[in-house]
């Protein structure tokens, strides 16, 4: 059981937003900046968002991310097909010194 | 063009070892920390090891502290992970990772322990 908390399924039809959450706590998410990965099917994991709100270059700007406290969003609008794939947040944790990951949203589009 | 190349996995009797490998290209590997992530099957991921640019810090999640050595040689672009003792927990797909970020991955190379 991951100590970031994501809800493990989400789902939305073409054209939606839909937003993924991130729960942790203040030795993780408080302390430290948020990153989201995408995961399409059989596939290594992408970088989607870092530091709580920024995209690389190449990723739509229809992917924002935000944080609050001990929590954080990933925000997608104009849903598309191709976005149906895994999602996980990721916080730095001290006890770590390393990535802690959140334990992954599977998002389908209907 | 960024690129990581894993390779080394295979099929393991628990108490085995094998030695994994990443070779990098497109960018200057000896200034990023680098980074092994794994995912067992059908599971999230989970950061296993990381390795400071001079080599000279090296941590690691508790679960394989004492089996697993992380290692880099600059000289070649490459980041290593020896792992010993595997047990069928460890059974996964295994990910270099570049930098504090994990901003580049590589296509991962599967590690199957068992007998």
């Known amino acids: 059981q991951s100590v970031l908390t994501q809800p493990p399924s989400a789902s939305g039809t073409p054209g939606q937003r839909v937003t993924i959450s991130c729960s942790g706590s203040s030795s993780n998410i408080g302390n430290y900046t948020v990153n989201w990965y995408q995961q399409l099917p059989g596939t290594a994991p992408k970088l989607l968002i870092y530091s709580n709100n920024l995209r690389p270059s190449g990723v739509p700007d229809r992917f924002s991310g935000s944080k609050s406290a001990t929590s954080a969003s990933l925000a997608i609008s104009g849903l598309q097909s191709e976005d149906e794939a895994d999602y996980y947040c990721?916080?730095?944790?001290?006890?770590?010194?390393?990535?802690?990951f959140g334990g992954g949203t599977k998002l389908t589009v209907l | 063009e960024v690129q990581l190349v894993e390779s080394g996995g295979g099929l393991v009797q628990p108490g085995g070892s094998l030695r994994l490998s990443c070779t990098a290209s497109g960018f200057t590997f000896s200034i990023y920390w680098m980074n092994w992530v794994r995912q067992a099957p059908g599971k999230g991921l989970e950061w296993v090891a990381n390795i400071k640019p001079d080599g000279t810090e090296k941590y690691y999640v508790d679960s394989v502290k004492g089996r697993f050595t992380i290692s880099r040689d600059n000289a070649k672009n490459s980041l290593y992970l020896q792992i010993n003792s595997l047990r069928a927990e460890d059974t996964a797909v295994y990910y270099c990772a570049r930098g504090s970020n994990y901003a580049y991955w590589g296509q991962g190379t599967m590690v199957t322990v068992s007998s």
């Open positions: 990721a916080a730095w944790s001290d006890s770590l010194n390393g990535r802690l």
